[in-house]
């Protein structure tokens, strides 16, 4: 797996301060996608034992809130296969530390055995170690510059948790509009 960038002290992709991980390689396509350059699967760098040191160990302090995994697309299954022991190491030695996947493939998409394009042996496991989901690709016409961590208005923001309990879509209370800007 390759990765596009890695922002140490984000705070516009999910809550608090927080680590962003670009990781590279989308089949999505999104006409108006801002991060284009990360649809290719080579694009940036390799992802390596150290990064993966140096993204845990940038969780450790205090006000960090967690981690955001974007891209890209992390639910690419050849993705997957690496943050899947990314999630795992996180949880044991940063428990505290959330987990917010931005991703093009939606809800019903990941949760799907059948769907073999996104759906595969790490997809259950990533899931249940995620706190926030956003899910769907992003639709230019659909662009809507009020909402909170997401880029268009068919994008959800899902309590992954609620959602793995009770067994369908609970949206997150970060799922609403930002009218501080209003």
């Known amino acids: ?11 516009a992709n999910g809550i608090g301060c927080r680590t962003a991980f670009f990781v590279s390689g989308c089949t999505h396509h999104c006409k108006g996608c801002f991060n284009e350059m990360t649809w290719d699967f080579n694009y940036g760098q390799e992802y390596t034992k150290e990064v993966e040191n140096e993204i845990v160990e940038s969780l450790k302090p205090s ?9 890209g697309e992390p639910m690419e299954l050849v993705n997957q296969k690496e943050i899947k022991p990314l999630l795992e190491r996180i949880k044991k030695e940063v428990p ?34 995620t706190d926030v989901l956003v899910d769907g690709e992003f639709e ?11 880029g268009s208005s068919n994008q959800r923001v899902i309590d992954v948790k609620a959602s793995l309990e009770t067994g369908e879509v609970v949206l997150s209370k970060y799922n609403d509009r930002d009218t501080s800007r209003l």
């Open 96 to 129: 505290r530390a959330t987990i917010w996947i931005y991703s093009g493939y939606t809800w019903e998409e990941l949760t799907d055995p059948a769907n073999k394009r996104c759906h595969g042996d790490d997809t259950d496991a990533i899931l249940s170690m």
């Open 140 to 150: 230019l016409d659909k662009r809507d510059l009020m909402l909170r961590f997401r």
């Open 63 to 71: 006000y960090i809130d967690g981690l955001t995994i974007l891209g």
């Open 1 to 11: 797996m390759n990765y596009g960038q890695i922002y140490y002290s984000d705070v």
